[in-house]
């Protein structure tokens, strides 16, 4: 409609956009009324479990599972090769990343078991109890191998090689050089070097995976109800590797009980469980119980960095030198592959600072664990805690505040556009802004005294800061062009209903950060609708428009734009019909709070409910040569810039027990710029769940393994999470820079408290042991480990 | 192991959220299976099965117990409230009505566990503190918030009806 | 996981429970620790005989000089009761260091002293205030003192088809102080290291002090080289270091997850001080 005045989100009357308002689907989950997919019964309903692989790297020599069949229940038990007759197998490398490799992987054990935990056997019974009686009578010989399960003697010349046709273990190499970085330490005033470890660990969704399978073989139709990120991903998955059409198969994503990255991937189990449906032709349910998923479940962040930084006399950083490993288990993760966590520690290392200088290498390498993969803020919390560690360490060599340092080096507010040393393109960031805004509500010359005081009296408190970029809303440069079945775009429909209600339908999925709140926003807003008359639909392939779903800390920079798209093209619709009905030029009409108004006045001419009723009921009353349409779909994609960078700030305040080793949170402070913020209430408990779970990494998180690969920990009593006796409150504040890729101006807010937080804290543990001499450069900071640092025990 | 077609159901007859149940199931099903499988009040969560997570919790004669603790039989001749039974009641409407506003909830699956156990203390102690509330709800494992909007929810909540 | 299967029975008295008990029967009380490991198919018992219907089993005493306390107590009962915080303090202040508050509703103290966790706290206050386990068996009740009950990693003088009916602990004297001291990673969780110190003391000096450590070793670990280096002294830097030293000796803990021996030591130590001197400034 060309005679309409432009409008964008930003000018609307009566804008939802920065408003907190309540998410509109939280009440059935405060009334125990959600939808979970192991809340949901099919008829005939059987359930799976799987016997694993109890060892890290064994042949299996044979499988009886003749008592098993026979077990009271069971319904069916199935092999690793049962089951890849259905299945053709997948391989987890993005041709982007080059030279990586990793051989076909089958979604069960095919004769060798390559990590403790790998399916090995399906046993389909009645009740899961039954299922897993019978799995108790499944006999398999096994004859043990030698495993590689240490990631650094993984490489050895005497190691086990885990894909014999590879002659090593080595997945992927990417070497990084930019500028002079030889010259650059030459002419350092002060060089500081570190080796980090950053522990293993998993997400543990509360949630556990869930999934129903249900095979329809007369309409050779898949139904899967699964707690997934990315409902269109996995049908092009199900369908490519079981041959179907896609519109064959749909997936339904009821609500999610937490995902963080974990449910993003492709696991053997889940592609199984649809196998097994079409074994046996019902509905087949397999949910992972607590400890199945801690050895199934992806894990992620393993890392050993050896890093050097250079750094002239005045503070500048000169250089960054750094050589990182990790292990990913015996594949690359389909179809995002496990090769992304350290390209982005590649990638974004040092980003908030003006680095000219900069070599890196980054070693991937296959290893008899579970397979590990993206996990919310992939490989920002280690780029960002050896960076910040660096940068402390420099501070201290040269005797000059952290801040400072920091001021000295961040890369200017007024600099944008601008690219940092490993190729990253930066749109619009606001370091300076943030730490100055941080400053404002951090009190640090008073720490700095309190500090002084309390060391008197034997009281070790630390402050430690850290500044972060974070990757939001990301292209097609992240994993289509790799040739991954990930869309960057994502698509909003928008239909108003005969009684005037707006019903949205989105690619993206829910689970519980929020998305369906900024859909229910921009929509809101952009339409000129109340928020209660907007019901959102997400999660079922066959009725939402096809995109990516929620990774990455895409939901509101991608979906919330094409959601203001589609509100304006309703909009333009609705005032066109509403305009023929008053015989009123289109542009003289706003809407606003549900009716049609005339824009000067703002007096209400015809209710969106009147213009539905007309429209679906009372088209004899319109001219016979005009159709009307009352729904909208539009898609968007990022295009300017690969990725939507935020920044962010944060500042820890911690107390050490020196004599303990322990360490108490006594504050938490951030600053962020996700560019326009819809809803700040949902933006800050983002970024305090992000922060907490990166607290975990910090301090508690940590997959423990034996020599021969068992795990040691997997239980929810002796692998530690973040719980609220010890979590600190935390104080966020905002600075907006606007994404200029889009008109909402929206960027991603989901990951970046995850990704700061294991600095920060590191920061401030090594503030409060400085005069002690001790430092740390390993995650989790256990108890044990500061001692050791402390010289007090063993 | 003793087979399980050889072993006698046993018969469970409860009041769960007011009504009377009656189900004859295995002696080795916990009770959070019988609320969700024989009951089908799904509100209550599995997390972990072994007592860690308390998504299961619910309240059992009076006090909040794992309902992955309990067997099944042992709740028989019991009083037992889910969250259905306790929304519907309107015992804690202030507490989710503040859950709301303050975005106490995200992903929702610790949540009933966790208003469950907020209740107890609210019931208990309406006054208590951050740091108390803290310590109380130190048993319910919450992934996506950060704590700090329970807390504060838990704490108006207490407030509020301190002042009535 | 789901429990592989079991029978099930509950008997309404002790001699009833007794019948029950031999071969592959499993007692069932507060069910904390047992259920969780059944779930994870850890144990598999043919038979589990709950004893949550013997009323005899539940409540708490005094008796004269001594605190009965039913097996079947809750913890938190004994959280609550003004009896044990008057009478029993250092199990008072153990208690809410005990798990969450929806376990404690649950679990039973005579279910934590059988299960004889060395980590746990209540077998640890147990020795400290050296008290005692009422035990009955088909041939009766016994009564077996803490120091002879705790024999070795979850192992009890509880035999074959005996139960435990009450915990008895003396009442506390005028001038004896107790502290409980002890570091857990989270609010709740197993100690790392702890002492549950039971201090007899006469003016300044100290008479007799019961340090007993938890996680220090294969059961409660009372340590006699520090009691002994307390005994007759103040309670000074001189004592206290003494005594840190004859944990040496005295304990015997070793490597877990969380941290290795030596660190439990040095841990154990801390907390020794900890403890000693807030009872000296008490």
Redo the contacts between chains.
């Keep these: 409609m060309a005679d309409s005045p432009v409008v964008t989100v930003h000018d609307r009357p009566n804008s939802y956009i920065g408003r907190s308002v309540p998410r509109p689907n939280v009440q059935r989950l405060l009334h125990g009324r959600g939808t979970f997919t192991d809340d949901i019964k099919l008829p005939r309903m059987v359930h799976a479990a799987y016997l694993r692989s109890p060892f890290a790297h064994a042949d299996i020599k044979s499988i009886n599972a003749d008592a098993a069949k026979a077990a009271p229940g069971v319904a069916g038990v199935f092999t690793g090769k049962e089951i890849a007759e259905l299945c053709e197998p997948y391989v987890g490398v993005l041709t982007h990343l080059e030279g990586m490799r990793s051989p076909p992987q089958y979604p069960m054990a095919i004769d060798r078991a390559r990590w403790q935990g790998e399916p090995v056997v399906a046993v389909v019974a009645e009740t899961r109890a039954q299922a897993e009686d019978a799995v108790e009578l499944v006999e398999v010989d096994w004859a043990e191998l030698p495993a590689a399960c240490d990631m650094s003697a993984a490489l050895d010349a005497d190691a086990p090689v885990i894909h014999e046709e590879y002659g090593n273990n080595l997945c992927w190499e990417r070497i990084v050089d930019e500028g002079d970085v030889d010259a650059a330490f030459d002419q350092a005033a002060v060089v500081v070097e570190d080796e980090f470890t950053f522990g293993r660990h998993t997400g543990v969704t509360l949630e556990p995976r869930s999934i129903i399978s249900s095979w329809d073989p007369s309409e050779e139709q898949l139904t899967v109800y699964m707690s997934t990120q990315g409902p269109h991903m996995l049908q092009a998955i199900f369908a490519k590797h079981f041959g179907l059409e896609e519109h064959r198969v749909r997936v339904i994503c009821k609500d999610v009980g937490g995902a963080f990255g974990i449910k993003v991937h492709t696991y053997g189990d889940e592609i199984a469980t649809a196998a097994l449906t079409m074994l046996l032709k019902r509905p087949v349910k397999f949910i992972p119980d607590r400890m199945e998923s801690f050895t199934a479940d992806i894990h992620a962040r393993h890392h050993t960095i050896k890093a050097r930084m250079a750094v002239a006399g005045d503070g500048k950083i000169l250089a960054i030198d750094f050589d990182d490993l990790t292990g990913i288990g015996p594949y690359s993760m389909y179809p995002r592959s496990s090769g992304i966590e350290i390209n982005q520690v590649l990638n974004l290392t040092g980003g908030p600072y003006t680095i000219e200088n900069y070599r890196a290498r980054g070693r991937v390498v296959f290893q008899n664990k579970p397979l590990m993969c993206q996990y919310r803020a992939v490989g920002h919390p280690i780029a960002t805690a050896m960076q910040e560690a660096l940068v402390d360490h420099a501070a201290q060599a040269l005797g000059m505040d952290v801040v400072e340092i920091r001021a000295r080096n961040l890369i200017p507010d007024d600099a944008y556009p601008t690219k940092s040393v490993t190729g990253m393109l930066f749109d619009k960031l606001s370091h300076h802004a943030a730490k100055d805004k941080l400053l404002g509500m951090v009190d640090y010359a008073g720490l700095r005294a309190d500090q002084e005081t309390a060391r008197e009296s034997g009281i070790y408190r630390g402050i430690g800061f850290a500044c972060m970029i974070e990757v939001t809303s990301p292209s097609p440069m992240f994993y289509g062009v790799g040739g991954a079945p990930i869309s960057a775009q994502d698509g909003v429909t928008l239909r108003l209903d005969a009684k005037g209600n707006l019903i949205v339908a989105s690619g993206v999925t829910e689970q519980g950060q929020g998305a369906e709140a900024v859909l229910s926003q921009v929509a809101a807003t952009a339409v000129g609708v109340t928020p209660d008359k907007i019901k959102i639909i997400t999660g079922d392939t066959e009725i939402t428009p096809y995109g990516g779903g929620t990774w990455a800390s895409r939901g509101t920079g991608i979906a919330g734009e094409a959601a203001a798209q589609a509100g304006h093209a309703l909009r333009d619709q609705i005032l066109e019909v509403a305009g023929i009905m008053l015989q009123s030029e289109p542009r003289k009409l706003d809407i606003r709070d549900n009716a049609v108004v005339d824009t000067d006045t703002g007096n209400e001419r015809i209710s969106l409910a009147e213009v539905g009723r007309v429209v679906y009921y009372r088209a004899d009353t319109l001219p016979k040569d005009y159709q009307s349409e009352l729904i909208a779909t539009r898609h968007h994609v990022p295009k300017k810039f690969p990725f939507a960078f935020t920044n962010g700030i944060h500042c820890s305040h911690v107390e050490v027990d020196v004599d303990t080793g322990m360490v108490k949170l006594l504050n938490y402070w951030v600053v962020e710029d996700c560019g326009t913020v819809i809803n700040p209430l949902l933006v800050e408990e983002q970024v305090r769940g992000g922060v907490i779970q990166g607290i975990g990494g910090a301090l508690y998180e940590e997959c423990l393994y034996s020599d021969e690969g068992q795990l040691l920990n997997g239980n929810l009593a002796d692998y530690l999470v973040p719980m609220a006796a010890e979590m600190p409150d935390i104080e966020v504040g905002h600075v907006t820079s606007p994404n200029s890729d889009s008109e909402l101006g929206a960027k991603g807010a989901g990951e970046g408290g995850t990704g700061g937080a294991p600095a920060a804290i590191l920061n401030a543990v090594n503030d409060a042991l400085l005069p002690l001499g001790a430092r740390l450069t390993v995650n989790p900071m256990t108890p044990e480990r500061v001692l050791r640092a402390l010289g007090k025990t063993e | 192991?003793?087979?399980?077609?050889d072993?006698?159901p046993?018969v469970v007859t409860a009041t769960v959220n007011g009504e009377r149940v009656s189900r004859a199931v295995?002696?080795?099903?916990?009770l959070v299976?019988f609320l969700?499988e024989e009951l089908?009040?799904?509100?209550?969560?599995?997390?972990?099965?072994?007592?860690?997570?308390?998504?299961c919790?619910v309240r059992v004669d009076g006090?909040?117990?794992?309902g992955?603790?309990?067997?099944a039989?042992?709740a028989d001749g019991a009083q037992v409230l889910?969250?259905?039974g306790l929304?519907e009641s309107g015992e804690i409407a202030d507490l989710?009505e503040n859950?709301?506003?303050?975005?106490a909830?995200?992903?929702?699956?610790?949540?009933?566990g966790m208003?469950m156990?907020a209740a107890?203390?609210l019931a208990e102690n309406p006054g208590a503190g951050?740091t108390e509330?803290?310590?109380?709800?130190?048993?319910?494992?919450?992934?996506?918030?950060?704590?700090?909007?329970?807390?504060d929810a838990i704490e108006e909540t207490g407030k509020n009806r301190g002042e009535k | 996981m789901k429990p592989a299967p079991f029978n099930y029975a509950k008997p309404s008295s002790v001699d009833e429970a007794i019948a029950l008990l031999g071969g592959d029967a499993t007692l069932l009380a507060g069910g904390q620790s047992l259920v969780a490991t059944l779930n994870m198919r850890l144990s598999a018992p043919d038979l589990l005989v709950d004893i949550n219907g013997i009323g005899e089993l539940s409540g708490i005493s005094v008796d004269g000089g001594t605190v009965r306390i039913g097996a079947l107590t809750r913890h938190r009962e004994l959280e609550r009761s003004e009896v044990i915080a008057a009478q029993a303090p250092l199990i008072a202040e153990a208690v809410p260091l005990i798990a969450h508050p929806a376990i404690r509703n649950r679990g039973t103290i005579g279910g934590s002293i059988a299960f004889a966790d060395p980590a746990a706290e209540l077998p640890a206050c147990l020795l400290a205030l050296d008290g005692a386990v009422e035990i009955a068996g088909s041939g009766g009740r016994r009564k077996v003192s803490a120091g002879e009950f705790f024999r070795g990693l979850y192992d009890t003088a509880l035999e074959e088809g005996e139960l435990i009916t009450a915990i008895e602990v003396p009442v506390a004297a005028g001038n004896q102080r107790f502290a409980v001291e002890e570091v857990a990673r989270r609010h709740g969780d197993y100690g790392m290291a702890g002492v549950m110190a039971s201090v007899t003391v006469n003016g300044a000096a100290v008479e007799a002090a019961r340090l007993v450590y938890l996680a220090a070793g294969g059961t409660p670990m009372l340590a006699e080289g520090a009691g002994a280096a307390l005994a007759g002294n103040a309670i000074d830097e001189a004592s206290i270091g003494a005594a840190q030293s004859a944990l040496q000796d005295d304990l015997d803990p070793f490597d877990d997850m969380n941290s290795t021996a030596a660190t439990k030591l040095h841990l154990a130590r801390v907390m020794t001080e900890r403890a000693l001197k807030r009872i000296a400034g008490a």
């Design positions: 192991m003793p087979d399980s077609i072993i006698p046993v295995e002696p080795r099903m916990n299976d969700r089908e009040l799904t509100g209550s969560h599995i997390g972990c099965e072994h007592g860690v997570c308390g998504a919790t006090t909040i117990v794992r992955c603790l309990m067997l039989v042992q889910t969250i259905e929304s989710q859950f709301k506003t303050r975005n909830a995200q992903c929702g699956f610790c949540t009933p208003l156990t107890e203390l951050r509330i803290r310590e109380h709800i130190s048993g319910n494992f919450c992934r996506c918030t950060g704590y700090q909007a329970i807390v």
